[in-house]
């Protein structure tokens, strides 16, 4: 979630399913609005893809969101894995 003050929009890295929540009208995050504000998902996807573009999972290719990567629960500052080999 990048923004907890209006709306928020989940991305879910492993199989790349989106949500867009109104939280001040819906601070429960029940009703999903993904298709019903397919411009302000666009502005939340572009904002995401900047923030996760320099992360070692390979978020991002070109200008898109990749799911699937693998995600480690302990990321190094060396790009290796806790247990010590190469991401």
Request: net charge negative.
């Amino acid at each position: 979630m990048l923004d907890r003050s209006f709306e928020g929009m989940d991305w879910r890295s492993a199989d790349g399913r989106e949500q867009l929540f109104d939280l001040r009208a819906d601070p429960q995050e029940l009703d999903d609005l993904v298709s019903t504000l397919p411009e302000t998902v666009g502005v939340w996807r572009e904002r995401l893809t900047d923030v996760l573009r320099e992360r070692p999972e390979g978020f991002v290719e070109g200008d898109r969101l990749v799911p699937g990567r693998r995600v480690d629960a302990i990321l190094s500052r060396n790009g290796e894995t806790p247990t010590g080999g190469p991401r």
